[in-house]
């Protein structure tokens, strides 16, 4: 079991916001990421923020969006793809869509619209 999945999703959220506001993104637009991968609306998210959900947690309440499987590329050197464990590939799928919003896409296209 990887560490990651039992630290708390509000320990990393706030280096999140960081990464994307340093790049001219708001943090509005990463709940918004956020909540389209995971289907929370902004109360459920504030929740798991409040509480300090853990990773595994978090995604075991998340619905994922369906569109999710569309996500690709490479994190930390890894192709999210073929990721095998399920909830490291959620957790790479978000921060998969964290450093495209750091990039500067679109908000079309990091949402698969």
């Known amino acids: 079991m990887s560490r990651i999945f039992t630290t708390s999703f509000a320990s990393v959220y706030p280096h999140y916001v960081t990464k ?9 637009e990463l709940d918004q990421v956020i909540q389209w991968l995971t289907g ?10 409040a509480t300090g959900t853990t990773f595994e947690d978090f995604f075991a309440d998340a619905c994922l969006n369906p569109y999710a499987s569309l996500i690709t590329g490479v ?6 793809e073929n990721i095998d464990d399920p909830l490291m590939q959620k957790i790479r ?5 964290v450093d495209e ?3 500067g896409k679109s908000m079309d296209r990091i949402l698969r619209a």
């Open 20 to 28: 994307v506001e340093k790049k001219g993104r708001t943090k509005a």
């Open 40 to 49: 929370f609306d902004e109360s459920a998210l504030r929740g798991h923020l």
């Open 75 to 80: 994190v930390c050197g890894v192709r999210v």
């Open 93 to 97: 799928y978000m921060d998969k869509l």
């Open 101 to 103: 919003l750091a990039k």
